[in-house]
């Protein structure tokens, strides 16, 4: 079956986990917990760990057990510093030489999607972004993430590649059928193919489109 999807995570895959903005979320869950719940720091850091740990994403276990109002969460936990993020002419162009679809896939929510795009200047390549809101606020490494994903998109699993730092997020979607690429991930993470930044993605995705495409 053909490729048709470049299916891309967004948070430390499309920009290096040394730009501090998962870290600068992780703070801001934390402070959301604090206010709203009456923690402490250390009270929310363990809730915290513990929620992405079981449910994928800290915001799932406060959604299930918390009561949590969702969309004023995100739009706090997404509210960040403006300067951590610049253009990156080489993504851009790299991109462009990129055949098929490009979709954003992201646990995060598409304000957060959009800013970052725009701050790396590369918005105009993708022609979707599917965040946790569009797939029912259920996040990656849930399977209904991926179903729900592949449901937008008319797309059958074996149509699809995703490109992903987080390892754990790439193993329904091989599971399911997808291609799967892992940036800058851990070295006992499973995928298909393993590359160290984004950056060295366009050799991966010829040879895939050259196997799959035959
Ligand atoms: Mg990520």
Request: glycine fraction near 4%.
């Amino acid at each position: 079956m053909a490729i048709r999807f470049l299916l891309f995570d967004l948070d430390e895959t499309l920009y290096p986990r040394a730009a501090g903005v998962m870290q600068e979320i992780g703070r801001q869950i934390r402070r959301y917990i604090m206010r709203e719940y009456g923690a402490t720091w250390e009270e929310a850091d363990s809730l915290a760990r513990r929620y992405h740990q079981e449910y994928g994403t800290s915001m799932r276990g406060l959604l299930l057990n918390n009561d949590l109002d969702v969309e004023r969460y995100l739009a706090f936990v997404h509210d960040l510093p403006r300067d951590l993020l610049q253009p990156n002419q080489a993504l851009d162009a790299l991109l462009a030489e990129l055949p098929d679809e490009k979709v954003i896939f992201t646990n995060a929510d598409r304000p957060h999607a959009e800013r970052v795009l725009a701050q790396l200047g590369i918005r105009r390549h993708f022609s979707r972004i599917i965040d946790v809101v569009a797939v029912g606020y259920v996040p990656k490494p849930n399977l209904a993430a991926y179903t729900a994903c592949l449901r937008l998109l008319d797309a059958h699993p074996a149509e699809c590649v995703l490109i992903e730092d987080t390892g754990r997020n790439l193993a329904p979607a091989k599971d399911l059928g997808m291609t799967t690429i892992l940036v800058d991930g851990n070295p006992t993470d499973q995928a298909d193919y393993k590359i160290p930044t984004i950056l060295d993605l366009e050799p991966i995705i010829k040879t895939i489109l050259a196997t799959q495409n035959k």
